[in-house]
């Protein structure tokens, strides 16, 4: 079975562009999860989606947005890039909610520049 | 939300039984311990998860007291390959929690 697939790999923009990012899960994983990591620190929360709705949400300004599709796919879009942007974005996918031990499982992330 | 905490850095010779320990005074009832591997520039790999007493995977053992504050993660007969980040996670996700990544502990190991 395929894990979680990010796309782009690597992306490189200039401040005050705006970015998208997109995370396929494991197939029959509803439960999708947005993280940034700078380097040097642990990966931060940004979302939470599970059945297309958000359930959570990290400390990060309203120029992070994202959204999941019906095929539980996710989005996740950066507005007015700043230079502390760059990151590795990273996306984790897990099975449905009601399991007591949910896993979650991570992409291999995508690598944003902004210059 | 259960914070926690480990060490920063650890050195280890190559054969050698690596346990990382971790703490979280505040974990819920509800709440897993789930240790995560991350190598640079890729995305955390699961390595082991469990609720209390010990976990053993064909990896890792997970060894969880009765009080749960802490939890230690065993690494037997390491290798150079096993030089990484290692993070320990405390949270339910049903809960719909954030999930909160500490800064690891950075693992070096040595031939």
């Known amino acids: 079975d395929a894990g979680v697939t990010q796309s782009p790999t690597h992306l490189i923009k200039t401040r005050g562009q705006h970015v998208t990012l997109r995370c396929s899960p494991i197939?029959?994983?509803?439960?999708v999860s947005w993280y940034q990591q700078v380097l040097g620190q642990g990966p931060q929360f940004i979302f939470q989606?599970?059945?297309?709705?958000?359930?959570g949400r990290g400390n990060f300004p309203d120029r992070f947005s994202a959204r999941q599709f019906p095929n539980y796919s996710s989005e996740l879009n950066v507005n007015a890039l700043l230079l502390g942007d760059s990151a590795l974005y990273l996306c984790a996918s897990s099975s449905s909610a009601g399991a007591n031990r949910e896993t979650q499982y991570f992409g291999p992330g995508t690598r944003l520049l902004v210059l | 939300l259960a914070k926690t905490t480990q060490p920063i850095s650890m050195d280890s010779y190559e054969g050698q039984e690596v346990n990382i320990t971790c703490s979280h005074n505040n974990i819920a009832t509800n709440d897993y311990i789930t240790w995560y591997q991350q190598f640079p520039s890729q995305g955390p790999r699961f390595i082991i998860q469990g609720y209390k007493t010990k976990v053993t995977n064909e990896v890792a053992s997970l060894f969880i007291p009765a009080d749960r504050k802490s939890s230690t993660l065993s690494l037997p007969r390491v290798s150079l390959s096993d030089t990484a980040v290692y993070y320990c996670l405390v949270g339910d996700l049903n809960r719909d929690d954030k999930i909160i990544f500490g800064k690891g502990t950075r693992l070096h190991i040595l031939p």
């Open positions: 197939s029959g994983h509803k439960r």
């Open positions: 989606y599970y059945e297309k709705e958000e359930r």
